[in-house]
């Protein structure tokens, strides 16, 4: 089946420095990447969609300077958090999709901590 | 738009008890339904998916989901829960078209008890 990874799967970091989340499709050409936030005992909540080569479409309130999505190739998609934060700190899950048949995969997500 | 409504946000069943968690979607297009687990600190696992064809679909773990598309509700069983299951569920609705990520429901917490 579809594998997608996620690294780092765990990182503590300092107020103000920025993080870099790795999302891969290890098996498979990914058209569209998403990125999803999830808060304890939550749902996960979309906060973008993004295209191999082109700009990622962002929802509604996630700021695009702060969480800068970068899409270079149909295997790897990356999301920076620029100046975190402790109230950026979430669990983070990316997921993948093929053309066909439309499903999504996801990567087992990253525990992002800031102090 | 799409939307999911997963009724229970909690589900506390004793040990090889049946369970159901229910699940409502509104769409006004064609859609795909998805039953998703989480166990803690972990990622997403598929259980079960209604692409198309018969409407009683079998995933993993013994469970089950019918599609009911006059009801417009997908609700998750299983006959017998075991401990292991423990777990938070998400029922999940896609058009499948180009962009449109999944929508998730809420999530339901299923707590087996011994």
């Known amino acids: 089946g579809a594998v997608v990874s996620q690294h780092p799967s765990w990182v503590i970091c300092k107020s103000g420095t920025s993080v870099k989340i790795e999302c891969r499709s290890l098996?498979?050409?990914?058209?569209?990447m998403f990125w999803y936030r999830q808060f304890p005992k939550q749902s996960l909540m979309l906060m973008a969609t993004?295209?191999?080569?082109?700009?990622?479409?962002?929802e509604q309130g996630v700021e695009k300077d702060k969480f800068l999505i970068n899409h270079a190739s149909l295997t790897l998609s990356t999301l920076t958090v620029t100046s975190a934060h402790p109230e950026d700190s979430s669990f983070y899950i990316c997921?993948?999709?093929?053309?066909?048949?439309?499903?999504?995969?996801f990567g087992p997500g990253t525990r992002l901590t800031v102090t | 738009a799409q939307s999911v409504t997963q009724l229970d946000s909690q589900v506390p069943v004793f040990e090889e008890a049946p369970v159901e968690l229910r699940c409502n979607y509104s769409?006004?297009?064609?859609?795909?339904l998805f039953w998703y687990v989480q166990y803690p600190n972990q990622g997403l696992q598929l259980l079960l998916k209604?692409?198309?064809?018969?409407?009683l679909v079998k995933g993993i773990n013994g469970f089950e989901a019918e599609f009911n598309k006059s009801q417009t509700s997908f609700h998750l069983r299983k006959p017998s829960v075991h401990i292991s299951d423990t777990a938070e569920y998400f029922c999940?609705?896609?058009?499948?078209?180009?962009?449109?990520?999944?929508?998730f429901g809420k999530g339901t917490r299923l707590s087996v008890i011994a």
């Open positions: 997921s993948a999709r093929e053309l066909v048949p439309y499903e999504q995969y």
């Open positions: 209604y692409l198309s064809g018969s409407t």
């Open positions: 769409s006004s297009v064609s859609v795909y």
């Open positions: 098996d498979f050409q990914a058209t569209t």
């Open positions: 993004s295209n191999e080569g082109s700009k990622a479409t962002y």
């Open positions: 999940a609705v896609s058009s499948g078209s180009g962009n449109t990520p999944l929508v």
